[in-house]
T-cell receptor
Framework: EAQVTQNPRYLITVTGKKLTVTCSQNMNHEYMSWYRQDPGLGLRQIYYSMNVEVTDKGDVPEGYKVSRKEKRNFPLILESPSPNQTSLYFC???????????????????FGPGTRLTVL | AQSVTQLGSHVSVSEGALVLLRCNYSSSVPPYLFWYVQYPNQGLQLLLKYTSAATLVKGINGFEAEFKKSETSFHLTKPSAHMSDAAEYFCAVSDRSNYKLTFGKGTLLTVNP
């Protein structure tokens, strides 16, 4: 089954304790992205990756790190979590329809089930 | 820069009534537009998308949306609401050059019996 998986689904931690949220997709997608969802703010992009070893900041990257060593995995790292990082996190991945440099990208992103993080 | 405005953070309808969720976008280039639905305690599921083909787009669960360039709108409609439609709905616009999705703040749909 084609899917995006995230682990853990729920996490309660304390300020300053490093944590990693894993994300994996089995669809051979090149593009992967992390979002955080907060009430009244919708989803905001944290980081994204266009391919292996290619990552870039989104709209709210402060306090987060990512890596893309393999095509299928895109972990989100919080080196020193703080309470303002309490949120619902989603990983997403996307494919490109067709091929070639002029192919049209539909950017239909597939989302994981979410990770609810609480930082005390 | 792109942006999305969803008018109404909360919409309440009766079962069987028309559902209309509003979305206006801002984009300097022809956009791709999406509607996603999020059921309680679940991830986001794609309802439908506009990718510059037909301006009236049909999606899953009886939803459809019409792209109106002159109004920069992409409103979501369903003729008859079901209780199972209760969820949060997000409109999003895509930057074709770098895959980025910019989301609206969401509209919570409540369906009353």
């Amino acid at each position: 089954e084609a899917q995006v998986t995230q682990n853990p689904r729920y996490l309660i931690t304390v300020t300053g304790k490093k944590l990693t949220v894993t994300c994996s997709q089995n669809m051979n997608h090149e593009y992967m992205s992390w979002y955080r969802q907060d009430p009244g703010l919708g989803l905001r992009q944290i980081y994204y990756s266009m391919n292996v070893e290619v990552t870039d900041k989104g709209d709210v990257p402060e306090g987060y790190k990512v890596s893309r060593k393999e095509k299928r995995n895109f972990p989100l790292i919080l080196e020193s979590p703080s309470p303002n990082q309490t949120s619902l996190y989603f990983c997403a991945s996307s494919f490109r329809r067709g091929g070639g440099p002029r192919s049209r990208s539909y950017n239909e992103q597939f989302f994981g089930p979410g990770t609810r993080l609480t930082v005390l | 820069a792109q942006s999305v405005t969803q008018l109404g953070s909360h919409v309440s309808v009766s079962e069987g009534a028309l559902v209309l969720l509003r979305c206006n976008y801002s984009s300097s280039v022809p956009p791709y537009l999406f509607w996603y639905v999020q059921y309680p305690n679940q991830g986001l599921q794609l309802l439908l998308k506009y990718t510059s083909a037909a301006t009236l787009v049909k999606g899953i669960n009886g939803f459809e949306a019409e792209f109106k360039k002159s109004e920069t709108s992409f409103h979501l409609t369903k003729p008859s609401a079901h209780m199972s439609d209760a969820a949060e709905y997000f409109c999003a616009v895509s930057d074709r050059s770098n895959y980025k999705l910019t989301f609206g703040k969401g509209t919570l749909l409540t369906v009353n019996p």
